[in-house]
C-alpha cells in the first residue's frame, strides 16, 4: 500500500532508559504518544525482532523497527453544524463548547459531535490525533461547557497532548454546587474509578486512578455556592464527581446531582471558562476565557437576591474535615484525602466581578 510507511531506528546511549512510547513520539515524524501506544499494541513495532510493550525501556543498542500502515477508514463524516470559535491558526483552534454537544461520536451519539463539526471546518484535521476524535487533545461531557482546545497537525497534537499529562496546561472551570461551602478554598485528592454497580456512572473508590481538584469560593448563597475549580488531573467527571464526594453536588447535575433542571438549568451548572497554555509551536503562553452559557447566568441572576456571608465563626479553618477511614460507594474505605487551607482570592475575571457589581446595586 503506497500510505504505509516504516522505520529501522538503532537507539543512541542519550536515550537509554526512555519508555518505548515515549522515544518513538520524539524521534519520528507526525507521532504522538498515543499513537505510538497504539502501533506497539497492535504489533506494528518489533525491538530487536521481538513485540514489547509501550512502558518497556529502550537501551543502547536496541534496533527498532517501525511500521505505521495507512490509516483506517471511518464512519466520521464532515457536518455543517456551528462551532463557537474563539481563537484559531495554523496549528490549533479553540472551541467554546455549547451545552448539549458530545465531543465526539460514541454508542448513541454517532452524529452532530464536535468531531463532526471540526472536520466540516478544518479540512486535513481527519489525520491528525485519535481515530474517530480528530485533532482532540481533551475533552468534555455533553452537558459541560467551555473551551476546548484542538489540534490541527500531529505535532501540535504530541505538544499539547503532552501539557496536559504533565500540567503545563492549566484548566479552570466555574461550578455553581449545591449547599453552602464553609470552606474558602480546598483540595480534593481522591481516587476516581466506575462504580462497582452502575458501571456507567464514576465514583471515589479505592484502587481507582488518583484525582486532584483544586477550589476556591467565589460567591456564597443561602443554598448553594458559586466555586471555581482547577484541574491537576483529568480523570473521567471529575469535578462532578469530586464535589459530590465532599457533599457539594453540582446543581443540576442528572448524575451525581440533587436533582436535574433546578435552577432552571439544562444540565449541570459546570462551565471551563479558562484554558491556560504554551502554543505548541512558537513558545508562547496563551490565555483564552469564555463567560459562562445564558442558563448558568440566569441561575447566578436568581441567586444573587440571597447572597450569603459565612462569619469568621461558622467558617472550618483549616479545611473540610474527613474522616480517617471515609467509606466510598462501593463500601470500601478510602484515607484522608480532602485537605484545605484559606486563602487569598486573586485574579478573579472582570465579568464575573461586573456581575457581583451589579447584584450589589439591585440589592
Not at 159 to 172: P, T
Not at 228 to 257: C, F, K, N
Not at 352 to 357: A, E, P
Request: glycine letters at 8%; a positive charge.
Amino acid at each position: 500500500m503506497s500510505d504505509l510507511r516504516y522505520w529501522s531506528i538503532t537507539v543512541g546511549s542519550d536515550a537509554s532508559g526512555q519508555r518505548l512510547d515515549v522515544y518513538l513520539a520524539g524521534h519520528l515524524p507526525d507521532m504522538s504518544r498515543s499513537k505510538a501506544r497504539r502501533l506497539i499494541d497492535d504489533g506494528n513495532v518489533l525491538v530487536s525482532g521481538a513485540r514489547a510493550k509501550p512502558s518497556y525501556k529502550v537501551k543502547t543498542g536496541d534496533v527498532l523497527d517501525v511500521t505505521v500502515p495507512p490509516p483506517e477508514p471511518t464512519d466520521l463524516v464532515p457536518e455543517p453544524l456551528e462551532i463557537d470559535v474563539v481563537y484559531e491558526d495554523a496549528d490549533m483552534l479553540v472551541v467554546n463548547k455549547p451545552r448539549g454537544m458530545v465531543v465526539h461520536p460514541a454508542k448513541g451519539h454517532w452524529h452532530e459531535t464536535m468531531a463532526n463539526a471540526l472536520l466540516y471546518h478544518c479540512r486535513g484535521i481527519e489525520k491528525v490525533g485519535d481515530l474517530g476524535r480528530p485533532g482532540i487533545v481533551h475533552r468534555l461531557d455533553k452537558d459541560t461547557t467551555g473551551l476546548i482546545v484542538v489540534a490541527k497537525s500531529e505535532r501540535a497534537f504530541s505538544a499539547l497532548q503532552s501539557q496536559i499529562r504533565n500540567r503545563i496546561a492549566k484548566r479552570d472551570y466555574l461550578a455553581i454546587v449545591s449547599g453552602v461551602v464553609r470552606d474558602d478554598a480546598g483540595t480534593i485528592e481522591a481516587p476516581i474509578g466506575r462504580h462497582p454497580v452502575h458501571r456507567k456512572r464514576m465514583a471515589v473508590v479505592k484502587g481507582g486512578r488518583m484525582a486532584v481538584t483544586r477550589f476556591e469560593v467565589l460567591y456564597r448563597f443561602k443554598r448553594y455556592t458559586l466555586v471555581q475549580a482547577h484541574l491537576e488531573t483529568g480523570r473521567t467527571h471529575q469535578i462532578r464527581v469530586h464535589m459530590s464526594y465532599i457533599g457539594h453536588p453540582v446543581a443540576g447535575d442528572p448524575v451525581y446531582g440533587r436533582r436535574a433542571g433546578e435552577l432552571g438549568l439544562e444540565g449541570q451548572a459546570l462551565h471551563a471558562w479558562q484554558l491556560q497554555l504554551v502554543h505548541p509551536v512558537d513558545g508562547s503562553t496563551m490565555i483564552f476565557r469564555a463567560p459562562p452559557p445564558p442558563d448558568f447566568v440566569n441561575a447566578l441572576s436568581v441567586l444573587s437576591e440571597e447572597i450569603y456571608e459565612v462569619s469568621q465563626k461558622e467558617r472550618r479553618t483549616p479545611g473540610i474535615r474527613v474522616p480517617a477511614e471515609m467509606p466510598d460507594i462501593g463500601g470500601s474505605t478510602v484515607g484522608p484525602g480532602v485537605m484545605t487551607k484559606d486563602t487569598i482570592r486573586k485574579g478573579l475575571p472582570s465579568w464575573v466581578l461586573d456581575i457581583k457589581k451589579e447584584w450589589l446595586k439591585s440589592s
